[in-house]
């Protein structure tokens, strides 16, 4: 039996667990952290539909409404299916309208259009003055338990997690990759791993780790802010109808709101300072939807590194592509024995394992089929038992 190292205990790597121990490898997962301490644990839990991303970037808009269905089948307990609604609020939304319907449509994504009173008659707290609005199958996960649902799954069918467990070195002899250098923060030891085939999880940290082995890959972190409010202002996910940008979504979570998002370039998603006049220009933005925002107490503000593919040449990181891949290090390094997957969205981590777990199976010469996405996933709760 193959003995796969997973790299990185965020919700691809959770994914990935479950992937692998499903069609029969050992899988050991490692996490320098406590699990879901990155980027998966401090997001704003939207599940996407893919209509943010319908005009500009069609391909990860197709990925994430494929997912979204998905997930609402297989992890029902992590999810409130409460759709979503694009509000347009002066002249330049309504001229986006018609492209955007297009987009989505073409995508695969069902747009159903409200006027403002029907808009409103679901959601009070928009702004009075919105002009219609459109209703889509956007939804909220929890950004913890979806992916300990994963973890549970994978747990319960023998792969081993181990967090608070740094991966300090790459073994490489004769080309090949033998295994890596772990550092346990809980016994205060260093030890050794064996394994046939190693996959880099890590996201926004990718770059990291590939360098240990005396690569890179093309991965840049992509800092934003996010910005939570004490009050559920409303039931369904409102987003600005417009081109992506800043402050234009607001995603119901319990009995909070959670406002989104900035984002800028970093060369390192370590020691990422919280700029404060984001918090200000996010909530002016929501602000504008939903007016109760301005007058609602601040809970809590963070920022979150989101792993995105190819942006160092990007004049506008908001049109980076939010899609994923996985690399085989063979074939771009010369490298055997590593692959990394990175990029993509909360929403799309099952397709990200899925792809890479194919990819282990073809490189092992197995011949075992993806069942992800048909097979329910354990109750969250069953990962503490």
Not at 271 to 295: E, F, N
Request: glycine share 10%; with cysteine; net charge positive.
């Amino acid at each position: 039996m193959e003995h796969i190292i997973i790299i990185g205990g965020g919700g691809t790597g959770a994914a990935l667990a479950h992937d692998l121990a499903l069609r029969g490898f050992k899988v050991s997962l490692f996490e320098k952290g406590e699990l879901l301490s990155g980027t998966t644990g401090r997001h704003h839990g939207l599940l996407h539909s893919g209509a943010r991303y319908a005009v500009h970037d069609p391909t990860a808009a197709q990925e994430c409404i494929a997912e979204n269905s998905i997930l609402r089948r297989i992890a029902p307990q992590a999810l409130e299916q409460n759709d979503g609604l694009f509000v347009a609020l002066e002249e330049t939304d309504m001229a986006y309208r018609r492209v955007f319907v297009e987009s989505c449509r073409a995508c695969g994504i069902s747009v159903r259009q409200l006027s403002a009173a029907e808009a409103l008659g679901l959601e009070p707290a928009l702004n009075p003055n919105l002009k219609l609005a459109l209703q889509l199958p956007d939804a909220t996960m929890d950004a913890w338990r979806l992916p300990l649902q994963f973890f549970a799954t994978a747990k319960a069918n023998g792969a081993e997690l181990h967090s608070f467990a740094e991966v300090r070195g790459i073994h490489v002899r004769s080309g090949r990759v033998t295994g890596v250098r772990i550092f346990d923060y809980k016994k205060h030891r260093e030890y050794d791993v064996r394994g046939d085939l190693l996959v880099n999880a890590t996201g926004a940290w990718a770059g990291k780790i590939c360098a240990l082995a005396g690569i890179q890959v093309p991965v840049q972190p992509g800092p934003g802010v996010m910005v939570t409010v004490n009050a559920r202002l409303t039931n369904m996910v409102i987003n600005r109808l417009h081109p992506a940008g800043e402050g234009d979504i607001i995603v119901p979570q319990r009995k909070l709101s959670a406002l989104g998002t900035s984002l800028w370039l970093a060369n390192d998603p370590d020691g990422i300072a919280l700029p404060r006049d984001h918090i200000r220009r996010i909530i002016g933005l929501c602000a504008q939807m939903v007016p109760a925002v301005k007058d609602t107490p601040l809970h809590s503000a963070w920022c979150a590194a989101r792993p995105l593919l190819g942006g160092r040449k990007a004049d506008d990181p908001q049109k980076i592509s939010r899609t994923f891949d996985c690399y085989d290090h063979k074939e771009r390094d010369n490298l055997e024995g590593l692959v990394s997957v990175m990029g993509g969205k909360a929403t799309t981590l099952r397709a990200m394992a899925a792809k890479t777990a194919d990819l282990i199976c073809r490189k092992t010469g197995r011949d075992l089929p993806c069942r992800t996405a048909a097979q329910k996933l354990l109750h969250w709760r069953l990962f503490y038992q």
